[in-house]
Nanobody
């Protein structure tokens, strides 16, 4: 099994910054893409940013230029630096990882989610 543990959420004023972290642990052969999603009340979960094992990144238009995703492959950890935060960034932020595991002689890939961390931006 694989666990994703997020940290770094909280309450911040508009214009402020937060840094989220997500560490993966468990039976891991390798991790492909890792990403951050968010879900605001009454809205669907949406992609914020993701990053491949080769460090290629992708961002939602709404966060381009303000958020930066990065990862440490040696630590199986992904980060999200959030700057110039806006009230509309308020949401629960979830970490996601595509994990390759080796069991019974086979490699297989499964997606895992963290438990979520609340980010609240006050105006």
């Amino acid at each position: 099994q694989v666990q994703l543990v997020e940290s770094g959420g909280g309450l911040v004023q508009a214009g402020g910054s937060l840094r989220l972290s997500c560490a993966a642990s468990g039976t891991i052969f390798r991790i492909n893409a890792m990403g951050w999603y968010r879900q605001a009340p009454g809205k669907q979960r949406e992609l914020v940013a993701d990053i491949t094992s080769g460090l290629s990144t992708n961002y939602a238009d709404s966060v381009k230029g303000r958020f930066t995703i990065s990862r440490d492959n040696a630590k199986n950890t992904v980060y999200l630096q959030m700057d110039s935060l806006k009230p509309e960034d308020t949401a629960v932020y979830y970490c996601n990882a595509d994990v390759i595991q080796y069991s019974r002689g086979y490699l297989h890939t499964d997606g895992y989610w963290g438990q979520g961390t609340q980010v609240t931006v006050s105006s």
